[in-house]
């Protein structure tokens, strides 16, 4: 299958919660978003695009806790029946549709030439990462992301994950690659992702990337699988209760407010 070539542009990365002295939203109360998703999920990558316009258009409002969904334990156990996967070499066409509609760039071979056994290695080191901070937490998911979906790096190795923990900590002043290191081996954060696996079961997600919208007394609005930003704005609406009017947004703020970005997540965000 072919494989798309995607431009990153990085540039130098800027501390959450700063607004160049604009006003996302006005008013409205804070809206907690609890982000159901997995490092092997390709329909969470593509939908990248419109979860980054939403936190970047509601940052002055919203939240962010992720929680891992263990989407491949092992392929002894795993079996997709509504895709009809039960075999790596099966999961390339739908990564291949990903890349498809959502215009990401998505490297499909590596299911032919070097298919990641496990998604759990991945989802661990995630939770590993949260341990010194969300940020980082945030940041190494990306990484994660960009590395399997773009450059088709198997996150399933811990030599995989270390090299990620290795970039990340020569980014983040607030971030160990040595305190990772130490947290993987010694299983710290395995008992972070277990519970992240008892919500995901608890709460009966069956589907990635689901979002969970939750304000102070208002009732929660789930979302499930791959959606367009419009659905993710409405959401937002009926969550705080009135229709929140976002500040236009500018092309280089936009690109200077993420460490690393695709062409289709600025386009999504600039029309």
């Known amino acids: ?100 509609m959502s215009g990401m760039p998505v490297c499909d071979r590596i299911w ?27 940041r190494f998911l990306r990484k994660c992301r960009e590395e399997l979906m773009i450059n088709g790096i198997n996150v399933a190795k811990q030599s995989s994950l270390i090299y990620i923990a290795e970039q990340l900590a020569a980014e983040l002043d607030d971030f160990s690659a040595d305190n990772f290191k130490e947290d993987f081996i010694s299983g710290a954060g395995t008992e972070a992702f277990k519970n992240d696996l008892k919500e995901v079961r608890y709460k009966k997600i069956g589907r990635f990337p689901s979002l969970l919208l939750c304000s102070p007394g208002r009732q929660s609005i789930m979302i499930s699988g791959y959606r367009p930003y419009e659905v993710l704005r409405q959401a937002i609406d009926e969550i705080a209760g009135k229709a929140m009017i976002p500040a236009p947004i500018k092309e280089e703020d936009f690109i200077a407010f993420f460490a690393t970005i695709t062409e289709r997540e600025i386009k999504e965000a600039v029309k």
């Open 1 to 100: 299958m072919h494989h798309q070539k995607a431009k990153i542009t990085v540039v130098e990365s800027r501390a959450r919660g700063k607004n160049n002295n604009q006003q996302a939203v006005q008013g409205g109360d804070r809206i907690e978003i609890v982000y159901y998703t997995d490092p092997l999920c390709c329909w969470s990558w593509a939908m990248e695009p419109q979860w980054r316009r939403l936190q970047y258009e509601y940052r002055d409002i919203m939240s962010t806790r992720y929680c891992m969904g263990g989407l491949i334990s092992d392929w002894n156990n795993f079996n997709d029946s509504v895709n009809s996967i039960s075999r790596p070499i099966q999961m390339g066409p739908v990564w291949a549709e990903a890349r498809h």
């Open 112 to 138: 032919m030439s070097d298919p990641p056994a496990t998604s759990y290695t991945a989802c661990v080191a995630v939770k590993c990462a949260g341990l010194q901070s969300k940020n980082a937490e945030e």
